[in-house]
C-alpha cells in the first residue's frame, strides 16, 4: 500500500461531507486550483477552514479518536464477547490489533492523519512570500493553527503507535512531517518526535500572541457587524490558550512535570480572568436542557452540525445491538460512589448531567441533542477542557499528595462536590480523569503514559493490566510496506 501522502490534494480535504458546521463558511470547491486557493486570503481561511472539517471525520475525532476506538481501547465500556452482538468490538477488549477488521481500521486513521498533516505543510509552504495578500495579523493565526494542527495530529500518532515514553522514550517510533514532500520519511525515536512537536507549539504560541481570545473572550457568535468571523468563534480554533493546554499534555506525556505544570497553570489563571469560566450550577443541574459539555471551559472543540448520530450510533437505550456504557457496579460503586476511597458521589454534576437512568442501566448522554438544538454548544465535540488543566497541574506536583490534591479539590467543588480530598493517590487521580474525560479519547492515553492497570471492571481481576501487547499498537501496513 501507498503511502496515502503521495496522492492526497488540499482540496480533497477541504469539501464538505463530515457534517462540521457551517461557522466554518466552506463551501465545495473541489474543482479550484492550488493556485487560486493560494491567491487570496480567504483561499487560505477555506484551506484551514477545510482541515477543520475533516478532524470530525470517523476515522478521526468524530469516532475512532474520539468517542469510539480509542475509548474501547481505554476500557471505558462494558464490552461483551458475543459476535452477533458486538460485531468486531470483543477483539478490539483483547487487544487483537492483527485481526484483518482492526487492521483496517487503525491504518484508516493513521492514513487520514497524515493526509490531513500534508495539507498543513501546503498551507504552510503556500504562506510563503505571500503575506501581503492578508489583513494585519491574519496570515500569523493562519500559520500559527496550521503549525499546532500538525503538532496534534502527530501526537495522537505517537500516543497510538509510539512506545512507551517513560520506558522506552529512545524507541523508533512515527515520521513526522515539516514539509509537503511525497517521499517517506524515516522513522524517528520518540523522543525526537516529542522534541520536533514542542518546537511546533512553541512557534505556534509566538504566532498567536497576538490572538483576540487573550483580550476578547472566546467570541462564540457572529460579528454583529455582518463583517467575516474568522478571528471569532475561538473556542472552535487551536487558540492561544488551546494551544498552551496541548502543549501542558505533551510536557506531562513527556514526563517535563515543571513545563506541564507552567503551561496548565497559565491557562487556569486565564480562566480566573473569564475567559473560559467554569459552568454554572443552573446550566446543568435542575434544567430540561443541561449544557453537558459544560461547554463555557471548552478551550477547544470541533464543531459538528450532526453531533446527536454520535449519541445514537453508540449510545442511545434505543439502540437493538450493542451500546457504549460503563459497568453499572463500576459507575455506581466507583466512579461515582465510594466516597473518600474513590473520590466518587452520585451529586457530582458529572453525573447528574451526563448519565440518565432507564431500567436497570445508566445511559452516557454527553453526545445527545439538547433541546435547542440549533445552538453552538449543541454541535461541540470537546478536545481539550479546563478541568485536564487542573488534573495536569496536581499530577505534575513535585508532591502530588500533598500538593497536588488542592487542584483537584478545587475542580470537584466546580463539579458540585462540597467534600474534599484530604489526600490525593495515583488511584484516585486516575478516576477523576475518568470522571473528567470519560467519552472523550483520553483514557487509553492516559493509562499508556503511567503504564498502569486499565480499570473497566469494579472487580479488580476483571481489569487489563499494563503491557507492551496492550499499549504499543503496531504501525500500520501502509506504513510497514513504506519501511520495507
Known sequence: MKHIITTCMIAAAATLGSGCSSWLDVQPYDQISEEQLFSSEEGFQKLLNGIYIELC???????????????????AY???????KWGNYPDLK???YASDYWRDRLDATWNKAYSLILNCNKLLEGLEGREALFAAGHAAIIRGEALALRAM????MLRIFGPVYSQRPDDLAIPY???RTTTPEPQLPASEVIARILTDLARTRTELANDPVITQGTLMSADPSGSSSFLRYRALRLNYYAVTALEARVQLYAGNRREAFDRALEVIRAADKGIFPFVERTAVVGTDDPDRIFSSEVLFALSH?????????????SRTTFVFKMESALISQVIFGGGQTTGGYQDDYRNRAVWSTSGANRYFYKYADMENSGSIENTMIPMLRLGEMYLIAAEAQSDVLENGVSYV???RLHRGISTSLSSLTQEQLIYEYIRELYGEGQLFYLYKRLFTTIIRSATSNQNTLPSSNVFVVPLPDSETDNIQ
Open 153 to 156: 495530529l502527530h501526537f495522537d
Open 94 to 96: 483483547r487487544y487483537d
Open 78 to 84: 462494558e464490552i461483551g464477547d458475543d459476535a452477533v
Open 177 to 179: 512531517y515539516t514539509s
Open 409 to 411: 479539590n478545587m475542580l
Open 305 to 317: 452540525n450532526n453531533r446527536n448520530q454520535i449519541f445514537l450510533d453508540y449510545f442511545s437505550p
Open 57 to 75: 471525520a470517523t476515522d478521526l475525532y468524530g469516532g475512532a479518536l474520539g468517542p469510539e476506538m480509542i475509548e474501547v481501547m481505554g476500557g
